[in-house]
Each structure stands twice: as structure tokens, then as C-alpha cells.
């Protein structure tokens, strides 16, 4: 949510203002696997987490959306789809083995930012790729977006988000597997969204789809 005290101050107040936006665009960056959770990764994610919430409050009140437009000009929704993929790998192929391995943790607050960090990527997704251009933009990426949300939109009709050994009784371990399913829950729920911006404008789907193969 935007930061009430901000908002109050002035109808003109923004989260970022134009060229912080810009700024922080401009040095988004792909990043492995192995780099989430390091001191680049969390910089990045604080700085996506202003960007999005900048972006629906830009569209909530109908405003200027020049983070839509600066992702678009300097070409970085592609980023943000490779980030996406990125995280949705770590939370499969790490998290268990983080929860299931790690003895007694006092705390699951990093784990719960990057789970966290799944969600802000499909938020500022659905803020801003609402339009043809911005869907061509993606290029070959929007089929690697559409497979993702299949498999996000597929979750809604599982009773379990499969995350790690169910037997654990570690509080910690318990507390996060409940984040991750609400979580899942809402960018699921999102998913939905984003699934049908992309098919309103089927025709980018079916070029793309065709250079994917």
C-alpha cells in the first residue's frame, strides 16, 4: 500500500518522483539464482518494491505513469520477467532444501522477502503491461510470462502449495510455509489478470509464440 502519511502531505506527492524512477530503471539488471538474497539482489528489491508501488498509485489515480513508460523506453520489462523466473526457481529448488536443512532458525523474515519479492515483481507487471505496446515489448519473454502464470493460475486449483517437508513443527519453518501459501494465493489471483491484458491482444502472443519455437 502507498505510505498514508505520504499521500496526506499533498494530492501531488508521489513515492518516487520522475527521475528517481528513471534512475532506478535504468540500472535494473538480470540476476542468477545464486545472487538472490545478496546485498545487489536486496537493493534491486527495494528499489522494485518503490517502483511498484509508484506504478498503482500512478494508475489508481489516473495519473501519469511514467514508470510504465520509462520500463518501456529503456527496454526493462524483459528484467522483470527474467527476475520473475528467477525467484519462482529459488522458491522451488532452494527454499525446500532451506526449511528442511536449516536447524532451529530464529528468523524467516529473508526468506519471506524474497517470497515477498515474487509478488511485487506480478504487481508491477499487472500495473504496467495492460497495453499492446507494452505486451510486444516482452518479445520473446511474454511466452515465458504466459507459461509462469499457467502455472500460478494451475495452483488455484491445488489444495496445498508444495514447499517444503509438511512434517517440520520448527515455528519458524511453520510460519513461513503459511506466508508462501497466502502469498501464492494472491499472485495466483493476479495471474488471472495479467493472463487476460495478454490476451486482449492475442495476435503479440501468436507472433512471439512462433519466434519461441
Known amino acids: 500500500m502507498v505510505d498514508v502519511g505520504m499521500m496526506d502531505r499533498s494530492p501531488v506527492d508521489h513515492v518516487l518522483f520522475p527521475a528517481e524512477a ?6 535494473l ?31 489508481s489515480q489516473h495519473t501519469d505513469d511514467f514508470v510504465k513508460d520509462f520500463l518501456l523506453t529503456h527496454e526493462k520489462l524483459p528484467v522483470l520477467v527474467h527476475q520473475l523466473l528467477a525467484v519462482e526457481l529459488w522458491k522451488e529448488r532452494v527454499l525446500p532444501l532451506m526449511l528442511k536443512n536449516t536447524a532451529h532458525p530464529s528468523t524467516g523474515f529473508p526468506c519471506y522477502l524474497v517470497l515477498y519479492h515474487e509478488a511485487t515483481l506480478v504487481s508491477l507487471l499487472e500495473a504496467t503491461i495492460f497495453e499492446k505496446e507494452l505486451c510486444e515489448s516482452l518479445e520473446d519473454g511474454l511466452v515465458d510470462l504466459v507459461d509462469y502464470l499457467y502455472r500460478k493460475i494451475s495452483l488455484l486449483l491445488k489444495e496445498e502449495v508444495p514447499v517444503a517437508d509438511q512434517q517440520s513443527r520448527e515455528e519458524v519453518v511453520k510460519e513461513l510455509i503459511q506466508q508462501n501459501k497466502e502469498l501464492s494465493f494472491g499472485i495466483s489471483v493476479k495471474a488471472i489478470s495479467l493472463l487476460r491484458y495478454i490476451t486482449d491482444h ?12
Do not use: M
Open 22 to 27: 528513471e534512475a532506478y530503471i535504468c540500472e
Open 202 to 213: 492475442l495476435e503479440v502472443l501468436v507472433k512471439h509464440t512462433h519466434t519461441h519455437t
Open 29 to 59: 539488471t538480470p540476476y542468477d539464482i545464486g545472487e538472490i538474497g545478496s546485498e545487489r539482489w536486496s537493493l534491486q528489491r527495494e528499489r522494485l518494491e518503490k517502483l511498484n508501488l509508484q506504478a498503482v498509485f500512478n494508475l
